[in-house]
């Protein structure tokens, strides 16, 4: 018998940790992923703190610094560059405030692949008179090509998603982030379907700002995101808001009111605001260490085995999978049907009853833009695949 590789031993070994794995081939990271023991029990011990004696602020601190620099490891960014936001749509929003956009600049977005929320933070600034430049989807993937084609000497920000919602094609992050740092222009992603899943390193890929919430690939709660601006960028921009841990007060309390004439926080720590979710934080620093124990060079390798077999498995049963053939397109979501505007079902009375027939049999996962979507994290493994794929045959027939 082949003996288990160190890889596969750690795999298995994350898994036992999450209790919705024993039940559900969970495959809805996309939508939320689910949290381990682990982080469940981190989360009780910050609540039983707060509950039996109120809870020690210190520590509380020491956890927001843990996870900031946790977060900032994951991506290759240092731990000023990090800073606390509520969600996707607030990072995105305090970078396109941020940088004091002025009439007649414009903005880089394809808004056939972006979630609404990465298109209404740019819809807002033209208000200032910024100029949205929209480009069209090619095949459903991310059009880099055209994208860098519109930018001129008035383009501020170019933003795109990492992965995008739904077909959840990846974008070539790279090209987009050297032709931006070529032109000098912000470039910005929103990494919530990648971050957690995809080795990620914003130095290497030329990523100047990158958001993402915590409840999904971090495997964490909602409530919470984190936003990283490098910092070359943070220093030139003006946060919108501003409140007390966004200001250098030094060593003085920090119910102390500085100097009147206030600095900036160093880097990204100028949005941070007042205090913090703490819960979700002591979460989301727990599930980071486990996410980084493992490594995201691992998880990317494993999730796109399974994404991989996953799409073949219906492209041979002759389910149409946007995309087709698996290749480098595919991160960890696998989408199948027919793409439209449909949020609620699908266009194809086959595949709302598949998808009902899987969710009755312990399956999760979620429609999207009228497909299937299926989301994997590096908790499922080949049995979770083969289980999909099992019960989609037999009752495809
Ligand atoms: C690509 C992408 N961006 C943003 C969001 C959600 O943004 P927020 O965290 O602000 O709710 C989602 C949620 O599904 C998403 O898939």
């Known amino acids: 018998m082949n003996k288990p590789t160190a890889d596969f031993e750690v795999i298995t070994a994350f898994r036992e940790d999450f209790p919705a794995l024993k039940d559900y081939a969970y495959m809805d990271v996309a939508a939320r992923g689910v949290p381990s023991a682990t982080t469940r029990a981190v989360l009780y011990a910050h609540m039983d703190a707060r509950t039996e004696n109120g809870g020690d602020k210190e520590a509380m601190f020491a956890t927001i610094e843990s996870a900031r620099g946790r977060f900032a490891e994951l991506i290759n960014a240092q731990a000023d560059e990090v800073t606390f936001t509520k969600n996707i749509s607030e990072g995105l929003n305090m970078v396109a405030t941020g940088l004091n956009l002025k009439a007649g600049d414009n903005v880089i977005v394809c808004a056939d692949l972006e979630h609404p929320n990465n298109v209404y933070a740019w819809l807002n600034l033209q208000r200032d008179g910024v100029e949205v430049r929209m480009v069209k989807a090619v095949n459903n993937a991310m059009p880099v090509d055209a994208m860098i084609a519109r930018i001129d000497e008035r383009t501020r920000c170019v933003t795109a998603s990492t992965v995008s919602f739904a077909p959840g094609f990846r974008t070539d992050v790279d090209r987009l982030g050297t032709a931006c740092c070529e032109r000098g222009v912000c470039f ?13 390193d914003v130095l290497a890929s030329k990523i100047d700002a990158l958001t993402t919430s915590t409840q999904k ?75 980084l124990e493992i490594g995201t060079r691992r998880i990317e390798a494993h999730v796109c085995k399974l994404s991989h077999a996953l799409a073949q498995g219906f492209v041979d049963m002759g389910v149409p999978v946007a995309g087709g053939k698996p290749g480098p397109h595919l991160a960890g979501i696998v989408t199948v049907g027919t793409m439209s505007a449909n949020h609620y079902g699908t266009e194809d009375e086959r595949f709302d009853k598949l998808y009902k027939h899987l969710g009755e049999n312990k399956v999760r996962l979620s429609i999207r833009r009228g497909l299937l979507r299926f989301s994997l994290h590096a908790y499922n493994n080949m049995a979770d695949v083969e289980r999909v794929l099992g019960l989609s045959r037999k009752f495809l027939g």
Do not use: C
Not at 188 to 200: K, N, R
Not at 256 to 272: H, I, N, P, T, V
């Open 188 to 200: 910005l992603v929103d990494a919530a379907q990648s971050a957690g899943i995809l080795h990620t």
């Open 217 to 291: 690939g971090l495997l964490a709660d909602y409530g919470m995101g984190f936003l990283y601006v490098r910092r070359a960028w943070a220093e030139k921009m003006q946060p919108a808001y501003l409140a007390r841990f966004g200001v250098d007060l030094g060593d003085a309390h920090e119910a102390s009111l500085g100097d009147l004439s206030f600095k900036y926080a160093q880097g990204a720590r100028r949005f941070d605001l007042g205090n913090y979710n703490f819960g979700n934080a002591a979460m989301v620093d727990a599930s980071l260490k486990q996410i």
